[in-house]
């Protein structure tokens, strides 16, 4: 497993910490993961609530949030950014995967980030780390389902390697996980057009 804490920075020079949710089965570290997304929910517009969920709920229900928080860090796996002051820690960003049952190589995937740091290159730094997490579990593809409007998410699947497919009212997009290679991730948002994160 890798190393559960990393310090980015953003294109705009906002510092943050990327982390390894629940990397430990306690209880409390599930609740506090719980009050984080809480926390960023507050900060996610309509427009966003609806990418992520394809409706626009008000608030997350407790049931929502005990499966969002249900990780076990293998076949259940997410990565969040927080920025860190004197007194708290405050969530803008998480992205995560569940791993498929009836297809063991295949996890279905999601990434949100509030509205504030849409655009700062904190999308891709979330994806490239979970990308490693899945390359660990033995992983072959990340799938998302995508809004065909959702543009920017669109680009970010794409900047991986992401292939497309109508399904629906959505867009099933399949992320390959390639094989190890030196690692790629500097703590700094890498240079990119400003709509694809």
């Given amino acids: 497993m890798q190393s559960t804490d ?21 209880g409390d570290d599930r609740q506090h993961l719980k009050e984080g997304i809480r926390s960023a ?4 517009s309509p427009e966003s609530r609806y990418y992520r969920f394809g409706y626009v709920p008000q608030q997350l229900s407790e049931q929502q949030l005990d499966y969002l928080a249900n990780l076990d860090n293998l076949d259940r796996l ?8 004197d007194t708290r820690e405050t969530g803008i960003g ?23 740091y849409q655009h700062s290159g904190l999308g891709s730094l979330l994806v490239g780390h979970l990308i490693d997490s899945a390359r660990e579990a033995h992983l072959r593809i990340l799938r998302g389902y995508i809004r065909p ?19 629906d009212d959505y867009l099933l997009v399949d992320i390959p996980v390639p ?16 709509h694809t994160d």
């Avoid at 998480?94 to 504030?116: H, M, S």
């Fill in 78 to 85: 997410a990565w969040c950014a927080f920025i860190q002051d």
């Fill in 41 to 44: 929910w507050c900060h996610l």
């Fill in 94 to 116: 998480l992205a995560r995967y569940v791993r498929i049952e009836d297809e063991p190589g295949v996890a279905e995937f999601a990434v949100t980030v509030v509205d504030e």
């Fill in 149 to 167: 409007n959702n543009r920017a998410m669109l680009a970010l699947a794409k900047k991986f390697g992401g292939v497309a497919q109508s399904e």
């Fill in 179 to 194: 094989p190890a290679q030196p690692s790629t991730h500097t703590g700094t948002a890498p240079e990119a057009p400003s």
């Fill in 6 to 26: 990393f310090n980015a920075t953003l294109r705009d020079g906002t510092r943050c910490v990327i982390r390894l949710c629940c990397h430990t089965n306690s």
